[in-house]
């Protein structure tokens, strides 16, 4: 199987663990990374910011409409949830989901239902069970899941929560999802 886009979500914790995840990446990444991570409403780039001091792959936030390019990390923004499109995102202003928006859980169907086989979906450190039901979905379209090992998370409800409603994703390490991540078979001629 070859793959498109890899999907993250993370809340509590995310910030060392996102840095952690990326500078485990090559700078030939072959796909696009969607990032998810909850923050205040009123948040302002400092997170895009802080995750390009760590990669040479180009990291931005997403605005709406915009095209997805391969190797590149996308960051949701604040207060928005974050759709996947076939090779572009959209954004929206739909009531927040378990309090959250943007919601892990709407990105990661968005991207299930788009790519199908083609997602993977990756739940990391967080205090609360988004992602888990996405998880879910991608892995019922046929995608890939890793999930960080509840143990090494900062907080490990997420990651509990999202391996206990995807018992067949592959439980690892945050240095070993990014080893994973580098070597996944990409499509063929495609950017998103």
């Known amino acids: 199987m070859a793959y498109e886009i890899v999907v993250v979500g993370t809340s509590w914790g995310g910030l060392s663990a996102l840095r952690e995840l990326i500078v485990g ?8 990374l969607v990032v998810v991570q909850h923050r205040h409403r009123q948040s302002d780039h400092l997170l895009t910011t802080l995750l390009q001091d760590e990669t040479s792959l180009c990291v ?16 949701a923004p604040a207060d928005y949830h974050l759709l996947v499109e076939n090779g572009f995102f ?69 990651p509990q929560a ?18 994973a991540i580098s070597t996944l078979p990409v499509v063929a001629g495609k950017t998103a």
Do not use: H, W
């Open 25 to 32: 990446l090559p700078a030939s990444l072959g796909l696009p």
């Open 60 to 75: 931005c936030e997403v605005e709406d409409k915009a095209p997805m390019t391969a190797g590149n990390v996308y960051v």
């Open 90 to 158: 959209s954004l929206s202003t739909d009531e927040p989901v378990r309090y959250s928006r943007p919601s892990i859980d709407v990105t990661f169907q968005s991207a299930a239902d788009t790519y199908g086989a083609r997602a993977v979906g990756v739940v990391l450190t967080g205090a609360n069970a988004d992602g888990s039901q996405g998880l879910r979905r991608i892995v019922s379209r046929g995608g890939l899941a890793y999930v960080q090992v509840p143990e090494t998370a900062e907080s490990p409800t997420m």
């Open 162 to 179: 999202a391996k206990d409603a995807v018992p067949e994703a592959r439980v690892l390490t945050i240095s070993e999802i990014a080893a």
